[in-house]
């Protein structure tokens, strides 16, 4: 039996190069393959698993359901190793080894393997930047780096690789421009997969060349500017998905033009306008979802003829008027989502299949009808103006939306305010005879008028006292100041009565709700062991939930602490952002407590990860995994400058964060920065009842240092922010733990200290602030000099001295163009004698309101995108100079 095998394998060895038989043998000992997998004495080609071989040659490799001895592997090289190795397989044309964890960057080797169809490295553990010899696999037809840890561009490892038709680099943390070039070359792409990584800038018009595309994935990322429709001409394309970017415009009509179309997802970007009527040209449209975007106007009638389609999800936008009764018929309609909207009017419930509906969310709209309660779940249709339903807006908050809108509560609307003249009032009894729907009318009349009367008296007298708050520019103004009065006017303060909180003053809240038995479970009964920290508003927890996912449960108390939650909710009502702590939910079950659910940050916050040193007072030592180094920081210094510019330059009202400290600052596991602590968050709209709520909330405390020279409306600008930025910037770079938390004599003498040692031209003087654990030396050391420099800019007491976020945010991602020669900076200097850095680059926040703000913001931006870097250079020379000149003076307290 054994003289058998050994001939069939010796048969086989003679159809096979010798060489390849080799290099198998010499990859199965790199690999440390399973004993019992890839057998010595069996023949590769038939008895090894993921082997393949045609003619003789090894042709296909897959590594996917490969055992291997992880505690043998030498992981240094083992990437590069095998490379070579497959280098001498000269007729492989596909390598797929997803699962395999090589734990190491792709070598410049991966170049060698020209052949190669197809590469898999899905879910390698890959990590570190693309190599650019990638573009010379000249080859390849399929790629996927999915699910890694790769970083950098991809611009350039791409630029050659004209003949694929499937990529997929999704689930890594790529940044930069999405490859313009390779869209321009790659005419046969069928399948585009760049999800979840942090790419930025603009979507390429000539994306709209790929003919062939069918499947396009950008969602997750930070693009920017309007969504291209108008250039994709994808008549094949059936899936799309932009979804969680900084996209914003109105959607095109030429959306149309992809009629293959069976998935669309444009959730949480900034869309704006109507949803177009041409969409049902989409016939096969099977899954559209708009929510969380600021889309308004009604809900086109020709989305009710897309009979294929199965999803519709349009929740948190400002869409409103009726909602098409067709589309409760829809055939194969199973999931409605359209809560936190404006819609109102009639729900005709007898017309839905609940055998078919699996999901249903009507909630926080000003629906009238009659829900079925043992067939739709209560907090499916919460906050409405439904009839015999628990939990509904008062009647009074329904008559006064419905004065907004321009109907009258229980009267027949005109047709000119509700097209197609539906009612929204409910029926009449029809057994009624015809005498008593006369007197009915007569009586209603009557009434009528002189609740119109009252009405208008109201009106006048409103208008007098509060005229800017009652003049609705958008809808959006529109929804936020509704939601705020109707906080006041269903829940109670805590002053007068408790302090007792309904779930409307949660309405604008994210998130899913979450049953209370399930957090008490999580946190064990709210164990004090597994208290994190007792947080300005409320009691912070970590707790692990049945699935295995740990979050973090913010308990508040509605007799204690509501004012400052109240605050932070209308932060989440306005903004989102991926710096800004992630809400997952809510439970509202209790009523003298509520809960709010936070993604858990296994960093914590910043200050608990500077903090590397005993503790001689307290006894103790504090430790994280590993001190941060250089890039670490800068990462994290830019990370919050992100935040704070999307709050003050892309809000509208801008929002003040009010709390920037290195406790604020939260870290997930990739060291991403999570903007936290925003109970202090205050709006600009100064006009507002978001405004007026806002201020009777207000807690009173003292002023930071440097807070001299601000105003009210100072404040209301950013420049606190600022200033408190300008701190931070000084603990990152000395590791001097506390400064942004500290306010005493030691401290204040501390940051003078600091600020005379910045000086752009001596460095050597930068040496005696940075903290002793850095390494830093080379570009690194430009990096923290540029660093210093905008600390100190942040740090004057004069508010027109100070950078905006924005400017701020610019100079901290392009450090080195401070440092350009010399010479250059001489020569330009002379033409832009009169200009300073804060006006020219980081400019004045001088404007009051937030469009005025902006706008200016945008103007410099203009200057400098025309000059180009030698504008930036002739404003970093005014600014250094400018820099110099601060005196000592301007950063003591007064």
Request: net charge negative; charged share 20%.
């Given at each position: 039996?054994?003289?058998?095998?050994?001939?069939?394998?010796?048969?086989?060895?003679?159809?096979?190069?010798?060489?390849?038989?080799?290099?198998?043998?010499?990859?199965?000992?790199?690999?440390?393959?399973?004993?019992?997998i890839?057998?010595?004495?069996?023949?590769?080609?038939?008895?090894?698993?993921?082997?393949?071989?045609?003619?003789?040659?090894?042709?296909?490799?897959?590594?996917?359901?490969?055992?291997?001895?992880?505690?043998?592997?030498?992981?240094?090289?083992?990437?590069?190793l095998?490379?070579?190795?497959?280098?001498?397989?000269?007729?492989?044309?596909?390598?797929?080894?997803?699962?395999?964890?090589?734990?190491?960057?792709?070598?410049?080797?991966?170049?060698?393997?020209?052949?190669?169809?197809?590469?898999?490295?899905?879910?390698?553990?890959?990590?570190?930047?693309?190599?650019?010899?990638?573009k010379?696999?000249?080859?390849?037809?399929?790629?996927?780096?999915?699910?890694?840890?790769?970083?950098?561009?991809?611009?350039?490892?791409?630029?050659?690789?004209a003949?694929?038709?499937?990529?997929?680099?999704?689930?890594?943390?790529?940044?930069?421009?999405?490859?313009?070039?390779?869209?321009?070359?790659?005419?046969?792409?069928?399948?585009?997969?760049?999800?979840?990584?942090?790419?930025?800038?603009?979507?390429?018009?000539?994306?709209?060349?790929?003919?062939?595309?069918?499947?396009?994935?950008?969602?997750?990322?930070?693009?920017?500017?309007?969504?291209?429709?108008?250039?994709?001409?994808?008549?094949?394309?059936?899936?799309?998905?932009?979804s969680?970017?900084?996209?914003?415009?109105?959607?095109?009509?030429?959306?149309?033009?992809m009629?293959?179309?069976?998935?669309?997802?444009?959730?949480?970007?900034?869309?704006?306008?109507?949803?177009?009527?041409?969409?049902?040209?989409?016939?096969?449209?099977?899954?559209?979802?708009?929510?969380?975007?600021?889309?308004?106007?009604?809900?086109?009638?020709?989305?009710?003829?897309?009979?294929?389609?199965?999803?519709?999800?349009?929740?948190?936008?400002?869409?409103?008027?009726?909602?098409?009764?067709?589309?409760?018929?829809?055939?194969?309609?199973?999931?409605l989502?359209?809560?936190?909207?404006?819609?109102?009017g009639?729900?005709?419930?007898?017309?839905?299949?609940?055998?078919?509906?699996?999901?249903?969310?009507?909630?926080?709209?000003?629906?009238q009808?009659?829900?079925?309660?043992?067939?739709?779940?209560?907090?499916?249709?919460?906050?409405?103006?439904?009839?015999?339903?628990?939990?509904?807006?008062?009647?009074?908050?329904?008559?006064q939306f419905?004065?907004?809108?321009?109907?009258?509560?229980?009267?027949?609307?005109?047709?000119?305010?509700?097209?197609?003249?539906?009612?929204?009032?409910?029926?009449?009894?029809?057994?009624?005879?015809?005498?008593?729907?006369?007197?009915?009318?007569?009586?209603?009349?009557?009434?009528?008028?002189a609740?119109?009367?009252?009405?208008?008296?109201?009106?006048?007298?409103?208008?007098?006292?509060?005229?800017?708050?009652?003049a609705?520019?958008?809808?959006?103004?529109f929804?936020?100041?509704?939601?705020?009065?109707?906080?006041?006017?269903?829940?109670?303060?805590?002053?007068?009565?408790?302090?007792?909180l309904?779930?409307?003053?949660?309405?604008?809240?994210?998130?899913?709700?979450?049953p209370?038995?399930?957090?008490?479970?999580?946190?064990?009964?709210?164990?004090?062991?597994?208290?994190?920290?007792?947080?300005?508003?409320?009691?912070?927890?970590k707790?692990?939930?049945?699935?295995?996912?740990?979050?973090?449960?913010?308990?508040?108390?509605?007799t204690k602490?509501?004012?400052?939650?109240?605050?932070?909710?209308?932060?989440?009502?306005?903004?989102?952002?991926?710096?800004?702590?992630?809400?997952?939910?809510?439970?509202?079950?209790?009523?003298?407590?509520?809960?709010?659910?936070?993604?858990?940050?296994?960093?914590?916050?910043?200050?608990?990860?500077?903090?590397?040193?005993?503790?001689?007072?307290?006894?103790?030592?504090?430790?994280?995994?590993?001190?941060?180094?250089?890039?670490?920081?800068?990462?994290?210094?830019?990370?919050?400058?992100?935040?704070?510019?999307?709050?003050?330059?892309?809000?509208?009202p801008?929002?003040?964060?009010?709390?920037?400290?290195?406790?604020?600052i939260?870290?997930?596991?990739?060291?991403?920065?999570?903007?936290?602590?925003?109970?202090?968050?205050?709006?600009?709209?100064?006009?507002?009842?978001?405004?007026l709520?806002?201020?009777?909330?207000?807690?009173?405390?003292?002023?930071?240092?440097?807070?001299?020279?601000?105003?009210?409306?100072?404040?209301?600008?950013?420049?606190?922010?600022?200033?408190?930025?300008?701190?931070?910037?000084?603990?990152?770079?000395?590791?001097?733990?506390?400064?942004?938390?500290?306010?005493?004599?030691?401290?204040?003498?501390?940051?003078?200290?600091?600020?005379?040692?910045?000086?752009?031209h001596?460095?050597?003087?930068?040496?005696?602030?940075?903290d002793?654990?850095?390494?830093?030396?080379?570009?690194?050391?430009?990096?923290?000099?540029?660093?210093?420099?905008?600390?100190?800019?942040?740090?004057?007491?004069?508010?027109?001295?100070?950078?905006?976020?924005?400017?701020?945010?610019?100079?901290?991602?392009?450090?080195t163009?401070?440092?350009q020669?010399?010479?250059?900076?001489?020569?330009?200097s002379?033409?832009?004698?009169?200009?300073?850095?804060?006006?020219?680059?980081?400019?004045?926040?001088?404007?009051?309101?937030?469009?005025?703000?902006?706008?200016?913001?945008?103007?410099?931006?203009?200057?400098?995108?025309?000059?180009?870097?030698?504008?930036?250079?002739?404003?970093?020379?005014?600014?250094?100079s400018?820099?110099?000149?601060?005196?000592l003076?301007?950063?003591?307290?007064?």
């Open positions: 039996m054994a003289g058998r095998n050994e001939l069939h394998l010796t048969d086989a060895v003679l159809n096979i190069d010798a060489q390849e038989i080799q290099t198998l043998q010499g990859l199965r000992e790199i690999l440390q393959v399973q004993d019992g890839w057998q010595k004495n069996k023949d590769p080609c038939y008895d090894w698993p993921g082997v393949s071989c045609k003619n003789g040659h090894v042709v296909s490799l897959s590594l996917s359901s490969v055992s291997y001895k992880v505690s043998l592997r030498d992981e240094s090289l083992l990437l590069e095998t490379v070579q190795a497959l280098s001498h397989l000269s007729f492989l044309r596909s390598f797929n080894a997803t699962g395999y964890e090589f734990r190491g960057c792709l070598p410049e080797s991966i170049g060698k393997l020209n052949k190669l169809n197809i590469l898999d490295l899905t879910r390698t553990a890959l990590q570190g930047a693309v190599p650019a010899s990638l010379l696999l000249t080859s390849l037809e399929f790629l996927s780096l999915a699910e890694n840890n790769l970083t950098g561009s991809v611009s350039p490892s791409m630029d050659g690789l003949d694929l038709k499937h990529l997929d680099l999704s689930y890594n943390s790529f940044t930069g421009s999405l490859p313009f070039t390779l869209f321009s070359k790659a005419f046969q792409l069928v399948y585009v997969d760049l999800s979840h990584n942090k790419f930025e800038n603009q979507i390429p018009p000539f994306i709209g060349q790929l003919v062939n595309l069918r499947h396009l994935a950008l969602g997750h990322n930070d693009l920017q500017g309007n969504l291209p429709i108008k250039h994709l001409n994808l008549s094949r394309l059936e899936y799309l998905d932009v969680a970017n900084n996209l914003q415009g109105p959607i095109a009509d030429t959306i149309s033009h009629r293959s179309l069976a998935y669309l997802n444009l959730e949480r970007n900034y869309f704006t306008g109507s949803i177009p009527s041409a969409i049902s040209n989409c016939t096969r449209l099977q899954t559209l979802i708009l929510d969380r975007n600021m889309l308004n106007n009604n809900l086109p009638p020709s989305v009710a003829t897309l009979s294929n389609l199965v999803t519709l999800s349009l929740s948190f936008n400002n869409l409103s008027g009726i909602i098409p009764s067709k589309i409760f018929t829809l055939p194969k309609l199973t999931t989502v359209v809560s936190h909207n404006l819609f109102f009639p729900i005709a419930f007898k017309e839905l299949r609940p055998r078919l509906m699996q999901a249903l969310d009507l909630s926080y709209n000003f629906l009808g009659d829900p079925a309660r043992e067939l739709y779940p209560v907090e499916n249709v919460v906050k409405n103006c439904f009839q015999g339903a628990p939990n509904q807006h008062t009647p009074k908050a329904c008559r419905y004065r907004r809108v321009g109907v009258a509560w229980h009267e027949m609307p005109p047709k000119s305010v509700l097209p197609g003249g539906s009612s929204v009032s409910p029926l009449l009894d029809q057994g009624h005879t015809h005498k008593n729907k006369l007197l009915l009318i007569i009586l209603g009349c009557a009434v009528g008028g609740f119109v009367l009252a009405i208008a008296g109201a009106c006048a007298v409103c208008n007098e006292k509060f005229k800017d708050n009652l609705f520019k958008d809808n959006l103004e929804k936020d100041d509704l939601e705020l009065e109707i906080i006041v006017e269903e829940g109670e303060t805590n002053t007068e009565r408790g302090s007792s309904d779930k409307d003053t949660f309405s604008s809240f994210l998130g899913e709700s979450f209370y038995d399930k957090l008490h479970r999580a946190t064990g009964g709210f164990s004090s062991s597994q208290m994190l920290a007792n947080g300005q508003s409320g009691e912070l927890y707790g692990i939930l049945e699935e295995g996912t740990v979050v973090v449960v913010k308990r508040v108390y509605t602490k509501i004012e400052l939650c109240l605050k932070e909710l209308q932060v989440f009502q306005r903004a989102s952002h991926r710096r800004l702590i992630t809400v997952l939910g809510h439970c509202m079950d209790a009523p003298d407590e509520k809960f709010l659910v936070y993604k858990y940050m296994p960093y914590g916050d910043l200050a608990s990860v500077l903090q590397m040193k005993n503790d001689i007072h307290e006894g103790t030592f504090h430790c994280c995994q590993r001190p941060l180094d250089w890039i670490t920081r800068l990462k994290i210094a830019i990370g919050v400058a992100e935040g704070l510019t999307y709050l003050h330059h892309e809000c509208s801008p929002i003040v964060h009010g709390n920037v400290k290195a406790t604020s939260l870290l997930d596991e990739k060291f991403e920065v999570r903007l936290g602590s925003l109970s202090f968050a205050c709006s600009e709209d100064t006009a507002s009842p978001a405004k709520i806002s201020c009777l909330f207000s807690l009173s405390r003292p002023l930071d240092y440097g807070d001299a020279d601000l105003t009210t409306t100072d404040r209301s600008k950013g420049s606190k922010d600022v200033y408190d930025f300008g701190k931070l910037l000084l603990e990152l770079l000395s590791g001097n733990c506390g400064i942004t938390e500290r306010r005493d004599f030691q401290t204040d003498s501390w940051v003078e200290w600091a600020v005379s040692l910045i000086h752009v001596d460095k050597e003087a930068l040496y005696q602030l940075l002793p654990s850095l390494v830093v030396c080379g570009d690194f050391l430009d990096e923290a000099m540029v660093m210093a420099v905008v600390a100190k800019a942040c740090l004057s007491s004069k508010v027109s001295k100070r950078p905006n976020m924005r400017h701020a945010l610019k100079a901290l991602r392009n450090p163009l401070l440092f020669e010399e010479k250059a900076r001489s020569r330009l002379q033409v832009w004698s009169q200009q300073s850095w804060n006006t020219a680059l980081f400019g004045a926040l001088r404007s009051v309101g937030a469009s005025s703000s902006v706008s200016a913001s945008e103007n410099n931006n203009d200057i400098i995108s025309t000059a180009g870097n030698s504008t930036f250079l002739v404003q970093n020379a005014s600014f250094v400018e820099i110099e000149e601060l005196s003076g301007e950063i003591q307290e007064v």
